[in-house]
């Protein structure tokens, strides 16, 4: 039995107040930076409490970097990365799980290692994969021959019509992004404690695989699905290094590109500052609503994971 101790109730109080306005410090002096002009922000002292601006440098920002747009290119690719990843890593961990096939825990520790090899990594070979999808196709071709054979009989140039990029589209925003293999294992942990007995029941009553994972496995898995998708949302949303590399269209600018293009330059006014600044609110809102609303599944997702 815990004891109720008034004074260790005050210093955890006192701590996490602490560690709560160390964390929100920055959102504050944003927010102020946001709504003021830069001309209000240049003076010194800087100003401390907010100012009538914030609704003005938001419009402004908004109109510069065009944000509709890249709230829909960014909310499509977050989408398909959340959805992507929990399917894929659902039918990886349910195979790994239930199926006895040669080699299943080496597919396994293959799948687990490639976490040592973010895309931050392997930037330059995903790059050269996606923006030539053909290539190793066009490779195989070329050494076994049957390039120059289907040139000779056909009269066709094989290779010209093997060119596919997927630069600017949102196939390859998402396909390089959707393997997880930490997702892979959070399911495979979750699913190794499922009861044998429901898989022996399922297997009595006829169910197969198929109908023993829709019925059974999923509806136990939703509040792991859930905090996933979360976790997921964020990472998507959040994407800067893929989308910055890999889209060379303005129309396919995701909305942290377009925050990061209003960081203004040397030639720039500084007003430009109070409009990043404002317009950094409105990026960080859809992720802070995804994760104010589902906050209770991420917490049941945790805890059932944990045990």
Known sequence: ????????????????????????????????????????????????????????????????????????????????????????????????????????????????????????????????????VAGPLRWFLDVTGLSALINWTTGIEINAGLDFSMIDTYAGLTLPLIASATAVFLFRQFFLTVPDDLCEASKLDGAGPIKFLFDVVLPLSVPNIAALAIILFVFGWNQYLWPLLFTTKTEMTTAIIALKGLLPGPDDPSDWWSYAMAASFIVMLPPTVVILTLQRWFARGLVDAGK
């Open 1 to 132: 039995m815990i004891e109720r101790n008034p004074v260790l109730n005050v210093i955890c109080h006192l701590i996490l107040i602490a560690g709560a306005l160390m964390v929100c410090a920055p959102l504050y002096f944003a927010f102020v930076a946001g709504s003021h002009t830069g001309a209000e922000m240049a003076q010194v002292p800087q100003p401390m409490l907010p100012g009538s601006s914030f609704l003005d440098n938001l419009v402004t920002a908004w109109e510069k970097a065009d944000f509709g747009r890249a709230f829909v290119n960014t909310l499509i690719v977050t989408m398909v990365i959340v959805v992507g990843k929990i399917v894929l890593s659902i039918l990886a961990g349910f195979a790994v799980t239930y199926f006895r096939f040669p080699f299943r825990m080496t597919a396994f520790w293959l799948i687990f290692m490639s976490l040592m090899l973010p895309v931050e990594v392997r930037i330059v070979p995903t790059y050269e994969a996606v923006a030539d």
